[in-house]
């Protein structure tokens, strides 16, 4: 069965360097999504992508963060100056159709985040 | 304000018990709502939908439910084994946006 795949399993950062999360999201899926987990918490929305734009974004994805779909498989997010707060589990995932296609989300398993 | 809110506290039940976990959500009108399993350290999986004008939903030891009166869903798990063990999430997309918003989650153990 395809699945997301996720890059790097675990990456490790100084505060204020500038970090890639890279996933391949499925192959026929049109939309893409990254979602935060801080270790304990919810999964918080992120960011959603489609059509190689920015569909919606939350009060989180802040001008520290951008995405970016370099080529046909690739969806990237760079977190720009990273702070201690960013530590957390980063999961990349996709979908057919968005919100309104009743579509159930394939999530990747995840790249843990430490900014130290 | 809006809300998706699940037992925060963990479930512990016998093997063989049914588990019923419990979504509530507030100033919300989704057409249908998700459930996920989401094992430790791993990304969550998607289990079921059910759309509102649907009021029950079942897939093999799985029934889902969604009142939309009183803005709750209830998942069970019927015949719960160990393997069962896991934080369950329910999530739902917000009419005419592109994101889905995940519940706190509820995490499930079940005692040999």
């Known amino acids: 069965e395809p699945e997301v795949t996720q890059t790097p399993s675990h990456q490790v950062t100084q505060m204020g360097q500038e970090v890639i999360l890279r996933c391949v999201p499925i192959?026929?899926?049109?939309?893409f999504y990254w979602y935060r987990q801080i270790l304990g918490q919810k999964v918080e929305f992120l960011v959603s992508f489609y059509n190689n734009e920015i569909s919606e974004k939350s009060e989180i994805f802040d001008d520290q963060f951008s995405v970016e779909r370099p080529d046909g498989s690739n969806f990237t997010l760079k977190i720009r100056s990273t702070k201690l707060e960013d530590s957390a589990m980063y999961f990349c995932?996709?979908?057919?159709?968005?919100?309104?296609?009743?579509?159930?989300?394939?999530f990747g398993n995840g790249t843990r985040l430490t900014v130290t | 304000s809006q809300k998706i809110e699940q037992n925060s506290e963990a479930l512990n039940i016998q093997e063989g018990k049914t588990a019923t976990l419990t979504c509530n959500y507030t100033n919300y009108s989704p057409a249908y709502l998700q459930w996920y399993r989401q094992d430790p350290g791993r990304g969550p999986v998607f289990l079921l939908l059910i759309r509102e004008n649907e009021k029950e939903k079942r897939k093999e030891r799985l029934k889902v439910t969604f009142d939309t009166t009183l803005k709750q869903s209830l998942f069970h798990i019927t015949a719960s084994q160990p393997a069962d063990s896991a934080t369950y999430l329910c999530a739902l997309s917000p009419s005419g946006t592109y994101k889905y918003i995940f519940g706190t989650g509820t995490r499930l153990k079940v005692l040999a």
């Open positions: 192959s026929n899926h049109l939309y």
């Open positions: 995932a996709s979908n057919e159709g968005g919100g309104s296609y009743n579509s159930p989300l394939h």
